[in-house]
């Protein structure tokens, strides 16, 4: 038989295997916090997808050593998913569409793939009898999911420039906001960073009323010397005017 069956050992194996997760997360988190959730999101599922053929084989070996490193190497790889997984999620969604966006994407995926992955699973070993089957279908599966966070962290990334530079900042000013995001704290970065964009937006709109009305100043300004000056012109006219008909009168 392919798979091994050993009883209590079987049990052993995944109680070690839990406690190994348990104890990866806290350091994998720790760790993701210096490296940036970017980071451990695409590492980790590269190497997800490296080493999901080799640990299924290993898995159902039917030797408890070998199920053991198996069950353990690919444990630890998930739990470095786990650490990182919600906090880039809330990183990767913008704040208006984020609570539907991750209601819809990961609950979707998640029944997709998560709630087939036994009939899967099953259906592959009973196909071609043995776990490389079933390794091979998560290593493709993680494949994808590299690929799309390859993709999303170089679009955040993007995103993140055009912002800085639709501000007027430099875009040396956008590692640091990366850095502050690092740190665990992507809501206050963001909140703050579109607070800051409305004001200044605001503040270009004011600056171009006040220049409206400036110029609207020098308009009237222009109108009121040029009524000034006819008034004057005609102030002479009258005054000819009004000589004249002096002469006029001193002459009869």
């Known amino acids: ?76 790889i998930i739990a470095c998913i786990g650490s990182s997984f919600p906090s880039y999620l809330v990183q990767v969604f913008p704040v208006g569409v984020r609570y539907s966006c991750l209601a819809v994407g990961y609950n979707g995926a998640l029944g997709l793939f998560g709630g087939t992955a036994g009939i899967v699973g099953t259906y592959l070993f009973n196909t071609y009898g043995s776990t490389g089957a079933i390794g091979a279908y998560m290593a493709a599966v993680a494949s994808v999911s590299c690929v799309s966070v390859l993709i999303q962290n170089a679009r955040y990334k993007r995103d993140k420039a055009r912002d800085a ?52 100043g020098m308009e009237a300004k222009t109108k009121c010397a040029a009524l000034a000056a006819e008034n004057e012109a005609l102030r002479a006219r009258v005054a000819q005017l009004e000589e004249k008909r002096g002469d006029r009168s001193s002459l009869l």
Not at 184 to 209: I, N, Y
């Open 165 to 216: 530079v639709l501000r007027g900042e430099q875009t040396e000013a956008v590692p640091a906001v990366v850095v502050d995001l690092r740190q665990g704290t992507p809501d206050r970065v963001e909140g703050e960073a579109e607070g800051a964009a409305s004001a200044e937006e605001k503040m270009r709109e004011l600056e171009r009323a006040v220049e409206g009305l400036q110029r609207e």
């Open 1 to 76: 038989d392919v798979v091994y069956h050993g009883g209590s050992d079987i049990w052993l194996l995944h109680t070690l295997v839990l406690c190994s997760i348990v104890a990866a997360i806290p350091m994998w988190g720790w760790l993701g916090d210096r490296l940036g959730n970017q980071f451990m999101m695409a590492s980790s599922t590269l190497a997800l997808a490296v080493a999901s053929l080799p640990c299924a084989i290993a898995m159902g070996s039917g030797v408890v050593a070998s199920s053991l490193l198996g069950q353990t190497v690919l444990s630890l």
